[in-house]
């Protein structure tokens, strides 16, 4: 039921109310739409958090959700691997998910999404999609991580495919595209229009000069859509970077990294 529904019943109710017992009021009476939110709030808050503990809630959501994740590893500061503490790392994916990633990621594309810096305790979140008949993306499962490394990805990798390999042991894939490069030490083409969000993002905070910035954006454009060769590029990268650092070190520095 919808919360404004909620209230205007309950309104009606006190209004009764009134009328029975004249005039009687309690503080149930004075329900107003924020303490309906919060109320639906821990309502839902209640089927995942299950203790005021982080530690000891996900413990018990593992056992309680047995069915809607394929991999879990406790983090530990005292127990250390080869790269230092233990990570914690926590694979999701619903029955329905499953299902959907073996019929329409064998023999297919699977796309892994990185998302950093959406919470305080700056976890990654990672989102693996698949692309159904009409090439949609349709997410399948996310991992989230407490530590930034190869040896973490492989290992939920690794799981994740022995999780669909218990339900059809020839599932493959036939590519695997990934939006960050550094993890995998390997090579990717990222999106253009990403680049330039990016650019624009670090400009605007960067260079104070409403001119300068267009310019700059400018000359970054053509860098990207109408150098011919990488020769080219790279030249134009060296004469841009040349034309600015003096003038706007901040956003350079940005740049160059």
């Keep these: 039921m919808p919360a404004d529904a909620v209230h205007k019943e309950h309104k009606q109710m006190v209004h009764e109310k009134m009328t029975m017992f004249e005039g009687q009021y309690s503080r149930d009476d004075f329900l107003t739409m924020d303490d309906i939110a ?3 709030h821990r309502i839902k808050a209640s089927s995942y958090i299950f203790h005021s503990s982080d530690a000891i809630s996900m413990q018990q959501w593992v056992l309680a959700k047995s069915n809607k994740w394929f991999a879990y590893q406790e983090y530990s500061a005292t ?15 619903l029955p329905e998910q499953l299902d959907w990633m073996l019929q329409y990621g064998h023999n297919n594309i699977l796309a ?9 305790m700056k976890f990654q979140l990672y989102t693996i999609l698949v692309f159904n008949s009409k090439h949609m993306g349709m997410p399948m499962a996310w991992i989230i991580m ?10 939920w990798i690794r799981v994740l495919l022995q999780w669909l390999h218990l339900k059809k042991i ?7 595209m990934v ?8 090579d990717v083409h990222l999106c253009s229009c990403h680049v330039r969000r990016a650019w624009l993002k670090n400009l605007i905070t960067k260079v104070k000069d409403n001119a300068v910035r267009g310019e700059m ?3 970054l454009g053509y860098i990207m859509h109408r150098s011919t060769n990488e020769d080219s590029a790279r030249n134009e990268v060296d004469i841009f970077i040349e034309d600015f650092k003096d003038t706007q070190p901040s956003f350079i520095e940005y740049f160059k990294g």
């Design 79 to 93: 127990v250390v691997d080869g790269d230092g503490q233990i990570p914690f790392i926590l694979g999701i994916q």
């Design 217 to 219: 954006f400018d000359r």
């Design 146 to 155: 407490s530590r930034y490394c190869a040896y973490d990805m492989v290992y």
């Design 179 to 186: 939006d960050d490069a550094e993890v995998f030490q390997c």
């Design 170 to 176: 020839d599932w493959r894939l036939n590519v695997f």
């Design 38 to 40: 919060n109320i639906d």
């Design 112 to 120: 892994m999404d990185s998302t950093f810096g959406t919470n305080a």
